[in-house]
């Protein structure tokens, strides 16, 4: 003890009188005059406790004055930042803004504490853990007509087409006149096209482009054969069928049993298609397809509104189509998956269902709808493209999506297969119509059908960049499209052959 609080001690066992300095340092007692003061709040009073431990703990302890003052200034400053970033926000909730009136940055402190505030309530979010619904819950969601808040969106055309509407109204062209022209032309050095009375079994050595009677079989045909050549696709399916069991029963007999690929893991399906090309991509897509699939077939397979009330199905497409899953999933102990029932819909809806599956796109749809489906789709690959563009059926702006919408609307019903097919066939064997070529090409002297209608445009052969020897180098892009449109042209051919 030191010796200041002993002598105080001291004076108070003895009853002594305290010095003056002792006196000072005496606890004053309340004077039954003076008035109570107001009871303060437990929050107040915490707050209070606190602020009188950070002033009375020793400095001994590691606490800086300085560091103190800091602390508090830098929390004030904090503060001020938030509270502009509400104020720029409530602000600009309530000024509506014009159309030509472009949007005030925020400021360097405003913008910093928003984009905290953001970050964080995002993080929040994500951080709750939805609870997983029940059968019994989705009922009871069903029944009382409660909708998942700001439920996302489907859009109807994810590319943005409008059936039966072209993308250029003012284009004029194809006539019915010009295709028919063009048909008879290429007919007559590529041999009459006619589609098949009936579609042919499905091959177990060619993945080909959808001409196969099973729906969900011709959709994942005719996605390996995308983006690589024939002979990839071919080995893509031919290791499918390696590495699973054949359908047994069903439309689908003789091919793939995709319900075993869905109930697989995706590796097994890399494994299978590796040399096919995208591997990664289309094996994780697949799966995903197939999933989708399953859960289809599930609901329709348990649907009980698909009658009328004296037992047959309604008129409507949908109500056939549950029939048709029913017939053929209940028909069979075997657990098939099926896309038949897309038969009993319209074709744009049946072609907006193809869409809806994950890396399906315009000119797979258009295949299935044509090959599979047998309905009127002019498909467009890089051939059909090209040649549409130097018949000048559209404009040089166009793209594929564009142009299949287009002609969807100008070419004929009964002239969009044969032409698909023989513009194909055309676009690869014309040593004038094949891309990139020039005088100097092979085939180039044997002349072309359709050279008096068709005005060549693009890179032509011996237009690269000349080296220092006098060859010619060819860029890298040239490179891509030239090897783009062989993969594609071979893939066609082989299907056309089929």
């Keep these: 003890m030191t010796p200041r609080t002993t002598r105080a001690a001291t004076a108070k066992v003895k009853n002594l009188p305290l010095s003056a300095e002792d006196e000072h340092k005496k606890p004053k007692t309340k004077s039954a005059s003076q008035p109570a003061k107001k009871s303060l709040t437990p929050r107040k009073t915490a707050t209070l406790n606190q602020a009188s431990a950070e002033e009375k703990r020793p400095i001994s302890e590691g606490q ?6 800091h602390k508090k200034v830098g929390a004030e400053t904090d503060l001020n930042k938030a509270n502009v970033g509400k104020k720029r926000r409530r602000a600009e909730s309530q000024t509506p803004a014009g159309p030509d009136k472009k949007a005030q940055k925020p400021t360097k402190g405003s913008r910093g504490a928003s984009t905290k505030t953001q970050a964080k309530k995002q993080k929040e979010s994500h951080a709750v853990v939805k609870k997983e619904i029940t059968p019994k819950d989705a009922n009871n969601v069903a029944a009382n007509g409660i909708q998942e808040k700001n439920p996302r969106k489907k859009k109807a055309n ?51 482009c ?34 699973f069991k054949e359908q ?18 995706v590796s097994r399906c890399f494994r299978a298609i590796r040399s096919g090309g995208l591997a990664d991509v289309k094996s994780k897509n697949i799966k995903k397809i197939l999933d989708m699939v399953f859960a289809e077939n599930q609901e329709m397979r348990g649907a009980e509104g698909g009658k009328k009330e004296g037992g047959e199905p309604p008129e409507n497409g949908q109500g056939k189509a549950v029939e048709i899953v029913k017939s053929e999933l209940l028909g069979t102990d075997e657990e098939i998956l099926t896309l038949d029932h ?12 193809l869409l809806r599956y994950p890396g399906v796109g315009v ?20 051939h059909v493209f090209r040649l549409c563009k130097w018949l000048g059926w559209v404009p040089e702006t166009a793209t594929r999506d564009t142009t299949f919408m287009h002609c969807e609307v100008r070419v004929p019903d009964e002239l969009k297969y044969s032409l698909h097919k023989l ?63 062989s993969e594609e042209s071979e893939e066609r ?3 056309a052959s089929d």
């Excluded at 800086?64 to 003052?69: F, T």
């Excluded at 969900?216 to 080995?235: F, H, K, M, Q, W």
């Excluded at 599979?372 to 890089?382: H, I, M, N, Q």
């Design 64 to 69: 800086n004055l300085k560091a103190l003052e």
């Design 158 to 208: 994810p590319y943005g087409l409008t059936p039966g509407a072209s993308p250029f109204p003012d284009w004029p062209h194809p006539t019915a006149q010009e295709c028919h022209e063009v048909n008879s032309l290429l007919s007559s050095l590529h041999g009459e096209v006619k589609a098949p009375a009936a579609i042919p079994v499905a091959s177990r050595t060619v993945a080909g």
């Design 210 to 243: 959808g001409e196969v009677p099973c729906v969900l079989d011709a959709l994942i045909r005719t996605y390996l054969s995308a983006a690589t050549a024939g002979v990839n696709s071919n080995r893509s399916f031919q290791g499918l069928l390696d590495e």
């Design 248 to 265: 047994k029963t069903g439309i689908g007999k003789g091919s793939v049993n995709w319900d075993e690929v869905r109930r697989s893991d």
């Design 342 to 353: 897309l038969h009993a819909l319209p074709t744009e809806e049946a072609f907006n269902h």
């Design 363 to 382: 000119k797979t749809a258009s295949c299935v709808t044509m090959f599979c489906l047998r309905r009127p789709s002019f498909a467009v690959d890089t």
């Design 423 to 485: 513009l194909i066939m055309h676009g690869r064997r014309c040593g004038r119509c094949r891309a990139i070529t020039g005088e100097s090409s092979e085939g180039w002297e044997k002349g072309c059908v359709i050279d008096h209608l068709v005005k060549r445009t693009g890179k032509r052969k011996g237009d690269g960049v000349v080296g220092k020897k006098g060859t010619t180098k060819r860029t890298k892009r040239k490179i891509k499209d030239e090897s783009e449109d």
């Design 493 to 495: 051919d082989e299907s």
